[in-house]
Each structure stands twice: as structure tokens, then as C-alpha cells.
């Protein structure tokens, strides 16, 4: 028999990066009897990626059921989803939240109020999801609960009064939170006995059983045998097996009904056919599709392509494959000149762009070349369209300007949180300056703690800036950002040229008083990189026909008179002569080929502009 829908209760944990909310996770599961005793040794259940147990990061949200008996003697099935704390996966926690009706907002009882703390509160407020504050890892020597539960009533108006006490670590307050998640949060709406609507909030692609999605029923019941349709793609399919993750994917013959949260596999081949975000209805029901998801914008660009024994057809492959696992993961084919055939990516910021470039080669087994990180610009073109307003033009590459020019070129900015001790105010608003960052307002949160805006190009942001604050603050800063739309800016595209050749992979757009500095950087990294040839090999960063900076790499030098000895000085001029000769007709066609390693010192040279 399918479960009470009223002893169903389905939540999230959310926090800021690092204050224990996989831990946690696996600790309820622990008490709620969801882990094996083999199992136990090792916290890291949810975290299965291998990067994620490398990192101590949670990059894909989780689900998994558990069942709890409450002191009211009822048996409650609990839909736990853990999600990822940092910025970059901030896609990831909107997702989740979609298919809760409450959460637990946990905070460190050492670091306090953090800012994706502040970010991912504001999400579950959008929401409108009921928050349960916990403040976690109690038993550090450094822990400060109370002062944590002052901040949380100050910065987030949660009463202090809610917020539990707990260590996840030490198995301490887990029974106050399975209570408070049965007590507070409410059971699941949506009729069992009216049309089926089912919210696909994730999706993986399985060699064997094809594309399996995670969803989550709102209305009706599902069970294994019923042909589906999806409303978005029209397409239909017979499910083959259905259950719920206990962790596990477990079949379960009663199916799913509303307020449940499982999977579903139904021999889905086609990449195309699946979005998450998407509903799933009977095919015999003309059902109306669930408030999808808001589409994410990537804010970084980087181009993949394919190298060693990597060709095109299998990155083709793995990139759409991995398109399906990562719903803010956007990809397109381009040329990329002397790298060939290749994927122009975006992303959501710079750890996501790593992460994404470290799972595609782990998880399809590709050898691939990164190019440096651009940011999307619109361009104002020379002239009108045929109604007479200005033309612009939005690109993600310099190579993308038109070579007539263009009248004025905006970047994208963005308006960013940093939550610092009080006593390093001055250290990061002499980080921010120097990357025009421009100041917006200081508030304080509590005697310790201070949060800084600032408004600032995201060029700027999305290198370095967080391993930057990191050292600025001894560790105990924190950044979080949104989109504030263009501005103008005076910016300039700055050519590489190797061997008199522009490199179009290496181009880079940046501010006219950074280009000469940033040129010097690239061109310095380069001719580090790049092997003597049998003559020398100039290396140029150029504005249009003005060279900012010029590196010179020497020539392989061979001692050409070395089997002359004795006699006439003109004999060993002749030979030289003749070398000096060949030098230069080599110089004038010989090809310089640009190692990978080149492009990844580019990308170091930036973060070594200070």
C-alpha cells in the first residue's frame, strides 16, 4: 500500500559551502536507520562522485527516502535532498528546493552567517518554504552558538529561539531535527486521485537502462507499465521500472503517488527528448505543465577541444551526454582555428567551468585543450538597422569582433556580497579597487563581521577574485554575487601574435589601462612555454597595429666554423654568412606550433597579476 500522504515529508539542506550539510545528511540517514553498517564508517554516502570526496565538495544534489518513527508511534517517510553549497552550483539548490516544501538552514557554529548562507535563505524564501535553522559543529573548541543564533535573528529574521543545536560530526541534536523536519514542515499538497503532474528535477544517463530521471510526483499516481508523455518534448514512453533511492535505486511495485520523490526508467535513448524542468503527464490526460525552472545564463565561456587520441565525435558525444547531467551546462560546435574542431562552453562560473572540464575527461575518458575564459560582451555596431536603431551584437570571443569595428562595447557587471571579520576591511577593499570594483554600502552583522557590496565588472570576479579574498581574510571570507545587467566600459581586444601570426585561441578582451600589463603577463608565460626554434620567434601583444609588449624567443644556436681551424678568417665568415642566410629565409616561412601547455600558463598568468 502506498504511504499516508499526510506521514510525508520531503525537505532540503542548504548552507553556505563547507558547514556540514553532507555530513549531516548521512547522519539522519544514519538515525533514520537509511545506512548500513558497512556504510557507516565512511560519511560519504551522498558525496559518490570521486571529485566530490577529492574537493570535501557537494557538486550534484542528492536525493534519497528515509523512514522515521516519530514519538507519535506514526512511521513518516522523509525525502531528504542534499545540495551543493558554492556559488557556481547555485542552479543546483533551486532545483532541489522546487520539489521541497521545507528546509534546514544550516550554519557553523565558528564562521556564523556566511554569504551563500544569506543567498541560498533568500532562494528558500522565493520558495516559500518553511525554514528550520540548525547551527552545526557544536563541539569545535572555537563554536559560538549563541552568537550564531543572534546573527541568524539579525541577518536572516529567523527567531533564535527556532534554531537548533546540533554536530552532525558528533551525532548531537539529530533526533531534535527529524522531529522539528516532522513537526514543522508541512505534508505535501496535490490530490492522489486527479491527473498525474510530476516535476523532473534531475536527470542521468545510464549505458544500460538509458536516461533515468529523478522526479518528483505533485499530483496523481505512477506506477511501472503506464505510458507517459513529457508536455515540453510531446514524446511518450512505457515505464519499465519505478522506485525511490534508498539510497539506492529500489523498484517498488505500488509505484510512486503525489508527495512522493523517486525515479523512473523508460528505455529513454534520446538525449533530446529529456529537459529538467519538464512534466510528466499520462498519455491519456492532456495534463498542464508545473512552473518549470528559470533558465540559468552561463556567465563564463571557455572553448573544449579535443587532443592526444580524443577526436571530435566522442567530446560531441560526452559533452551531450553530460548536457543531461548538468542542466546549466551550454555547449555549441565552433572552429577554433589551429585547435580544429571544437565546443564553445558555457558555465556558471570558474569553479564550475574546472569541475565540468575535470568530469568530462574522468567520466568519458577525453583528452581535451581549455582555452582562457571570456565573458559574454554586446557590442554597439557602426551604423542602423533597416528601422533605424543602433545594431548590437552580443559575443563570447574576441575573435567575434567585426573587423570594421564597432561604436561602444558593454560588459556585464554584477553586484557582490563579501561577509568578512570586521578587522580586514581594508585588505579587501584594496583587493577590490584595483579590479574597478566600485563601492555600494558597509553593514555590520554583529561586533565581528561586516558584509560589503560593491559593484563590479564580472570580468573581474571570475579568475581569481575568491582564491584572492581567501588570503586576504586568513580564510574567513566569503563572496556571493548576482547579475546587475551591461555597462559601458572602455575595453579593448588584445592580439597574441606568435611568430607574426595572430593566435586567435589566445586573444583576450580586457580595460585599456590592464591591456599593456595583462599583454606583458601572457607574452612572458608564453615564451616559457614555447620551444627554441632554429630562429628566433617574435611574440606580440598588439591593439589593432600598435604592439603593447614584444618577447623575443632566441634561435637554436649551431657552431657552424666549428670544424674550421687554423687559417683564413674569411672561411669562417663565409660560413656564417651562409647560416645567417638560411636563418632568415627560415624565419620568413617557417610555422611555430603552439604547445596546450601554453594555453593553460595564459589562464595561470592572469591569477599572477598581483
Known amino acids: 500500500m502506498p504511504h499516508p500522504q499526510h506521514l510525508i515529508r520531503n525537505f532540503c539542506i542548504i548552507a553556505h559551502i563547507d558547514h556540514g550539510k553532507s555530513t549531516l545528511a548521512e547522519r539522519l540517514m544514519q538515525t533514520a536507520g537509511g545506512l548500513r553498517n558497512k556504510e557507516d564508517k565512511e560519511l560519504v554516502v551522498l558525496d559518490g562522485m570521486d571529485l566530490e570526496r577529492e574537493r570535501g565538495i557537494t557538486i550534484k544534489a542528492k536525493a534519497v527516502c528515509m523512514w522515521h518513527k516519530h514519538s507519535d ?55 516559500n518554504l518553511t525554514i528550520i535553522p540548525v547551527i552545526n559543529k557544536i563541539d569545535l573548541p572555537s563554536a559560538q552558538p549563541d552568537q550564531v543564533a543572534a546573527e541568524i535573528e539579525e541577518s536572516l529574521t529567523l527567531p533564535a529561539d527556532d534554531a537548533i543545536k546540533a554536530s ?268 574597478r570594483g566600485v563601492f555600494q554600502r558597509q553593514e555590520y552583522i554583529g561586533t565581528q563581521r561586516c558584509k560589503l557590496t560593491y559593484r563590479m565588472p564580472l570580468a573581474e570576479v571570475i579568475y581569481d577574485l575568491f582564491d584572492k579574498l581567501k588570503s586576504a581574510t586568513q580564510g574567513y571570507g566569503s563572496m556571493d554575487y548576482e547579475f546587475a545587467g551591461y555597462e559601458t566600459a572602455d575595453l579593448l581586444k588584445v592580439d597574441i601574435l606568435v611568430h607574426n601570426q595572430p593566435c586567435a585561441a589566445l586573444a583576450f578582451i580586457c580595460h585599456r589601462t590592464a591591456a599593456e600589463h595583462r599583454g606583458r603577463k601572457i607574452i612572458a608565460a608564453l615564451k616559457e612555454e614555447i620551444p627554441r626554434h632554429l630562429f628566433e620567434v617574435a611574440l606580440q601583444a598588439a591593439v589593432g597595429t600598435r604592439v603593447l609588449a614584444r618577447e623575443t624567443i632566441k634561435s637554436v644556436g649551431k657552431n657552424v666554423t666549428a670544424k674550421c681551424y687554423g687559417g683564413d678568417i674569411t672561411r669562417k665568415r663565409k660560413l656564417l654568412e651562409k647560416q645567417k642566410e638560411g636563418k632568415k629565409r627560415m624565419k620568413m616561412i617557417g610555422n611555430v606550433e603552439v604547445p596546450q601547455g601554453a594555453f593553460m600558463a595564459v589562464l595561470k598568468s592572469r591569477s599572477a597579476d598581483d
Request: with cysteine; hydrophobic share 40%; glycine share 10%.
Open 73 to 127: 508511534g506514526q512511521l513518516y517517510q522523509l525525502n531528504l535532498i542534499d545540495t551543493p553549497g558554492h556559488v557556481d552550483f547555485n542552479y543546483e539548490v533551486t532545483r532541489s528546493l522546487q520539489a521541497c516544501e521545507g528546509c534546514l538552514l544550516v550554519v557553523d557554529a565558528s564562521q556564523g552567517v556566511q554569504a551563500q548562507t544569506v543567498a541560498n535563505f533568500l532562494l528558500a524564501i522565493d520558495q
Open 168 to 435: 552532525a560530526k558528533a551525532g548531537i541534536g539529530i533526533t531534535d531535527i527529524l522531529s522539528a523536519v516532522i513537526e514543522r514542515v508541512p505534508a505535501p499538497g496535490g490530490t492522489r486521485a486527479g491527473q498525474l503532474q510530476a516535476l523532473i528535477f534531475d536527470a542521468i544517463y545510464d549505458d544500460y537502462r538509458g536516461i533515468i530521471l529523478y522526479i518528483r510526483v505533485k499530483s496523481g499516481r505512477l506506477k511501472a507499465g503506464d505510458k507517459i508523455r513529457m508536455i515540453r518534448s510531446a514524446k511518450t514512453y512505457e515505464i519499465s521500472e519505478i522506485g525511490r533511492l534508498l539510497p539506492q535505486m529500489t523498484p517498488t511495485k505500488e509505484g510512486l503517488e503525489g508527495g512522493e520523490v523517486g525515479y523512473v526508467c523508460a528505455a529513454i535513448k534520446a538525449l533530446g527528448d529529456v529537459k529538467v524542468g519538464d512534466t510528466i503527464t499520462l498519455e491519456v490526460d492532456q495534463g498542464e505543465a508545473l512552473p518549470g525552472f528559470r533558465e540559468m545564463k552561463p556567465m563564463v565561456y571557455c572553448g573544449l577541444y579535443p587532443s592526444g587520441e580524443t577526436t571530435y565525435d566522442q567530446l560531441r558525444e560526452a559533452v551531450e551526454k553530460f548536457s543531461l547531467n548538468d542542466a546549466s551546462f551550454r555547449w555549441a560546435p565552433e572552429n577554433g582555428g589551429a585547435l580544429g574542431h571544437g565546443f564553445r562552453c558555457g558555465f556558471l562560473g570558474m569553479l564550475h567551468m574546472e569541475i565540468c572540464q575535470e568530469r568530462l575527461e574522468r567520466e568519458h575518458d577525453l583528452d581535451m585543450v581549455q582555452t582562457a575564459p571570456t565573458v559574454t560582451y554586446i557590442l554597439t555596431l557602426k551604423g542602423t538597422d533597416v528601422e533605424g536603431k543602433p545594431r548590437m551584437l552580443e559575443i563570447t570571443t574576441p575573435g567575434e569582433i567585426p573587423e570594421d569595428g564597432y561604436e561602444a562595447i558593454q560588459e556585464p557587471v554584477v553586484d557582490i556580497h563579501f561577509f568578512i571579520p570586521a578587522d580586514k576591511i581594508g585588505a579587501v577593499m584594496n583587493l577590490v579597487s584595483d579590479r
